[in-house]
Every structure is written in C-alpha cells, then in structure tokens.
C-alpha cells in the first residue's frame, strides 16, 4: 500500500501538563515530567502527544488564557525546557502537537493592556463597543449576548469608557478578527511555534472566532434553556459558515504548507470544533480536520449500541473521498467514560475507538479507566463551575475531569513528591493506575495496549471498513478488510448478553480466529480460540 501521511496511522493521547506528572514537587504537572514519562507513550503504543497549553498564563482558565503566546509559564517550566522535550520526543518516534488559542488572549497580555489605554497599533485588537446611554445616565450593553461560561459577554472598562467582549471568563478578551492585524500576529506565533520543531496544532475555539459585526440581540438568549443548547447561551452569530472562518483556517494551513515546501515535512492541524457529521464534511472540502466530539458530546447517557452506531456510520456515509474521521471518546472539558458511560463500557470505548477508521484521540488516564473526581464548591477551581455557583456547579465542572494522572498505588499516585495536589486524587488510584495494571493482563491499560498495537495490521491501519453487519441495542460491529485480512469487530455495549449470526454479508464466514477481546467474556472467546460465527455470545463489557 502507499504509505499514509503520519497523522492518518497515529493514536493521539491528549496530555493535560497541569495533570500528567510533577517534576518539582509544586503540585502542579511541567514540561520536565512529561519528559521523564516519554516511555510511557512507547509503552502504551501512543504516538502523538497533544499538550493543552503551557504558555505564560494567569491560570484564570488553567492555559487557555494566554499572557504570552511566545513563552512558557515558568510553572511548567521554560522554552529550554520546551525543546528538550521535542528533541527527546523526536528521538523516540514521537510526535507533539500544541494546542493553539486564537480566539481570545489573557487581559493581562500586552495587547490588551495597550488597547485598553488605545495604543495606537493595538487600539482595535479587541472587539470593544460603547454601548448605549440610558435615561439615567447608566451606561446599556451593546447587545444580550450570554457568553459560554455564564454572564453578559461584554465586561465595561473605565479606562476606554466602553465594554469589550469575551465568549469565556472576562479575563479572556475575543481579539478581534476584523482587524488584519491581529490576523498577521496570529500567523507570526502559529510560525513561531512550528519553528520549535512540532508536528502540528489543536485549534482551539474554531466556533467562536468572529461574532456578527452588527451586534444584533440574540432572540434566544435569556429565554429558558430546554437542554444543553448552545444556541440559547451564545449568539448564533459565531458560525463557521461566516466565510472569515474557512479563510482563517486556510491562512494558518498556508503556514503549514509553506514550511512543508522547504523541509517536506508534513504538519497537522486539527480544530475543536463541536459541530455535526455534516458540516465536518463540509469543513473537510477546504482540507480542514474538525475533531469528532460525537461521542464525547453526547447528551443521551446512557448510548445504546444502536446509537453509538448511528454516530459511527455517518462518518463514513455521503462523505467526499477525502473525508477522514478524527474521533474523541474524551477531553479535558468534559466528563470522563467510565462516570458517563459506567466502568463496563471503558474497554467497550476503548477498543472501538482504536478499530474504526479513522485517527483516535485518548485523554490521559482514559486508557487506565481513570474516574472523575468527586468536588465540593468550595474547592472548585474551574471558572466555568465557579461562574455557575454553588447550586449548578456540577452540572458543568471540568475540575472533575482534570484530576492528577494515577502512575502508582503509592505517594501521591506517583504524581509529585510534595504533600498537596493542585486537584484532589481520585480515591481508587490504588486500584487504577498504570504499575498495578501493568501486572493485570486484564486490566483496562494492558487491554488499550493490545487495540492500540492492532492498528498495526494492515486491515487497521489501510483497510475500508463496512458498519452493514449486526447492530441491535446491545451489540455493534463492523467490518476492517484489506485484501485478503479481514477482521470482525463486535462489541457488546449494553448490560446483557446478545448471541447473534455474523456470517451473513459483508463478513461471508463460518468462523473466526479471536485475536482481541474486553476482558469480560466467555472462555469460549480466549484469545486464539476458533468461534463459530453463526452463534456468536457477546456478554456486556
Ligand atoms: O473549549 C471551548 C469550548 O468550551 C467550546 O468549544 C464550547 O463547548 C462550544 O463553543 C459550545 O458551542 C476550549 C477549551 O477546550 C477549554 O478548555 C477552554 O476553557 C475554552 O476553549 C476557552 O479557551
């Protein structure tokens, strides 16, 4: 076959650095500690590593609020410290894509603060408007926009007599797309970092880059909000479809391509973007890759086999040949399988996201069956769930999911030397954490292993995949073929047993030869085992 470009046979494994491991006993995880765990990705058969950031930063939103797109935090250590960790990366076949926030800066970067005085070049960096005067002399909000982690999106600054605007915490100004300017700088920094050496970027926010520029009132806002629908709590007005949007895009690609041209290297850049399987098609006709945030985003809990596979298959209907599918089972904003889901699903999850075609993403701990965290209000220190108050907090933490990763059953689960965490430890990293799995043939690590090492096969890594085999409310499956391998996939979801025939089309077999499973199934389906596909007994998990 011809080879793929790297980013189509890689696994990506999301490190949140805050989280992963303490080198200097703060409490807090750094560049040196993802450095001292590089085996660790070797071990689990992980190639690409996407860091959440780890730039100069109040720690307002935890990085993504960016006093210094052009420095490290001293928390997590230095650009010294940076390169080592690519170079090191490099010299074991690894890759790093950066995460990358071009919506909005930190109030505290330069920018802001010359804009806030109108400093001439940075005067409209931001998206600033005067409001209204009311009768009273009070000063109207431009517009009723709700910005995404509560509140009015506009934030009033004496010093400029006007309000400016912010889709996250107020301390993350939305710089102002309009404004050529900010364009250029975008491009000096996205330059700045591919010159470091990395493989690609995570684009944060895609969505939310350009608001409406006549400000009209949303119709929705304020209104009761039915379910989980954006649509009510932020203006429709902040829609890819803006044609601004593919043509940013495209300009960054532009970056991208042009350093291609003089190394042949190619990098990647992918979006976070929650959207559906259609305008990802539509994305992708512009060379664009959105995550796929079906399964992480899903507000049916919990999902049938039958559901999950009709997120599934749409990745791989009516799409342009071109289309390639980027799933995510889970990340650093949302809550983790094993909460959403139940514990018996995490193997289930996890196999499907390494068999399908498509490129994985695995958050950290993931692949451990890592358990959210239980929070009380007082020690919340994600913005969003402060912002939401003490009676709704939970319903939107992402202080949960963000708990130290479990290394060992000792001290501090292997995280840091020192006596306090930055966020608590969940309480059964006795039981879960890489040394104590690494003995279990059985446990959630070793089992991620062995699906992450099938995508070694070629029908894994360059076959077609066919989703018209069995599908009922328990049970999934799918074809992988190339040339003459192919390779059943079936996965029981659901909490009974199923037996079902496989054998019809498009598998055309009487029996198979097992060579994975998710732990908790019949002996009858031991590894090696020949099974008759006609009768086939799934048992949940
Ligand atoms: O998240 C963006 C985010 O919260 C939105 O994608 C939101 O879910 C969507 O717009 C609703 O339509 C990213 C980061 O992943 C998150 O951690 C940051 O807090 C946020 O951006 C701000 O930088």
Request: glycine content about 6%; aromatic content about 14%.
């Amino acid at each position: 076959p011809a080879p793929l470009p790297w980013w189509k046979s890689t696994i990506i494994y999301q490190v949140y650095p805050r989280s992963f491991q303490d080198s200097n006993g703060d409490g807090v995880g750094d560049l040196q500690g993802i450095i001292s765990q590089l085996q660790y990705f070797k071990y689990i058969g992980v190639e690409t590593l996407w860091l959440s950031p780890f730039y100069k930063s109040p720690q307002k939103d935890f990085g993504y609020d960016i006093s210094d797109l052009k420095d490290v935090d001293p928390l997590f250590g230095n650009i010294q410290d940076f390169r080592r960790l690519v170079e090191e990366a490099k010299q074991l076949g690894l890759r790093i894509l950066m995460d990358f926030v071009p919506n909005h800066t930190s109030d505290q970067h330069e920018w802001f603060q010359k804009s806030l005085k109108g400093d001439g070049k940075y005067r409209d960096f931001y998206v600033w408007s005067d409001g209204s005067l009311a009768a009273n002399g009070t000063r109207i909000r431009p517009n009723n926009w709700i910005s995404i982690f509560g509140g009015s999106v506009w934030t009033w600054r004496e010093e400029r007599q006007q309000f400016y605007l912010h889709q996250f915490t107020p301390e993350q100004p939305d710089l102002n797309y309009r404004n050529p300017d900010v364009r250029e700088e975008m491009l000096l920094s996205i330059r700045y970092w591919l010159d470091q050496g990395i493989d690609g970027l995570r684009m944060d926010a895609i969505a939310d880059l350009y608001e409406a520029e006549n400000l009209t009132d949303n119709p929705l806002s304020g209104k009761p909000v039915p379910s989980n629908d954006w649509n009510y709590l932020i203006p429709k007005y902040t829609d890819y479809l803006v044609p601004e949007v593919p043509q940013e895009i495209m300009r960054w690609q532009g970056v991208f391509d042009s350093l291609e041209k003089l190394d042949g290297r190619e990098r990647f850049m992918v979006l976070e973007f929650y959207t559906d399987s259609d305008t990802r098609a539509k994305m992708a006709a512009f060379g664009a890759h959105p995550f796929n945030m079906d399964l992480v985003d899903s507000l049916t809990v919990p999902l049938s086999a039958r559901q999950i596979m009709g997120l599934v298959a749409q990745e791989y209907t009516n799409k342009p040949p071109s289309y390639w599918p980027t799933f995510v089972i889970g990340n650093h904003d949302r809550k983790r399988v094993a909460n959403k889901y139940g514990r018996h699903t995490v193997n289930a999850f996890n196999m499907l996201l390494m068999t399908l075609k498509g490129t994985p993403t695995t958050y950290y701990g993931e692949e451990l069956g890592m358990e959210d965290i239980e929070v009380t209000y007082k020690e919340t220190q994600d913005p969003w769930a402060i912002i939401a108050g003490p009676d709704r907090y939970l319903l939107v933490s992402r202080d949960v999911n963000r708990s130290p990763m479990q290394w060992t059953a000792g001290y501090q689960a292997g995280f840091t030397t020192g006596n306090h965490t930055w966020l608590p430890i969940q309480a059964n990293y006795t039981t879960y954490n890489v040394e104590s799995e690494k003995t279990d043939p059985k446990s959630h690590l070793n089992l991620y292993k062995e699906y992450a090492n099938l995508r070694q096969l070629s029908a894994f890594k360059y076959g077609d995949i066919n989703v018209n085999v069995v599908t009922n409310d328990n049970v999934l499956s799918f074809l992988r073929y190339y040339g003459s391998e192919r390779y059943l996939v079936a996965i029981n979801f659901g909490q009974a047993s199923s037996t079902d025939n496989y054998t019809r089309d498009p598998v055309g077999a009487a029996t198979g030869t097992v060579v994975s499973d998710t732990g908790n199934v019949d002996a009858s389906i031991a590894k090696n085992n020949n099974v008759d596909l006609s009768q086939l007994t799934l048992d949940p998990g």
